[in-house]
Nanobody
Framework: QVQLVESGGGLVQAGGSLRLSCAAS????????IGWFRQAPGKEHEFVAA????????AYTDSVKGRFTISRDNAKNTVYLQMNSLKPEDTAVYYC??????????????????WGQGTQVTVSS
């Protein structure tokens, strides 16, 4: 059974940093693309970043480029989202998701088959 478990969320002041983790289990993910999405209150899910597990190639939404870094640890079967220079507008529930087809680094929610339960990130001004 595929499972994605996020952790690392919390409350941080603007300008601070957090590192989110997405622990994947249940099968090998070497052919997957892992994405991070976020959902702020009253808003739709928003693509944040994605990584191809096999090659490490990445994609980011423009608003986080230069501040967020997505990476993976093969030995731990875990994907990370390092978030620096956080802003109040980054406040949201952050979800990791797996695209088992892994054709391209999709920014579309419908491309992802498996989802974690989410972790809350709150950035105070």
């Amino acid at each position: 059974q595929v499972q994605l478990v996020e952790s690392g969320g919390g409350l941080v002041q603007a300008g601070g940093s957090l590192r989110l983790s997405c622990a994947a289990s249940g099968r090998t993910f070497s052919r997957d693309i892992i994405g991070w999405f976020r959902q702020a209150p009253g808003k739709e899910h928003e693509f944040v970043a994605a990584i191809r597990w096999s090659t490490g190639s990445t994609a980011y939404t423009d608003s986080v480029k230069g501040r967020f870094t997505i990476s993976r640890d093969n030995a731990k079967n875990t994907v990370y989202l390092q978030m620096n220079s956080l802003k109040p507008e980054d406040t949201a529930v952050y979800y990791c998701a797996a695209d088992s087809n892994g054709v391209f680094l999709s920014r579309l929610r419908r491309s992802y088959d498996y989802w974690g339960q989410g972790t809350q990130v709150t950035v105070s001004s």
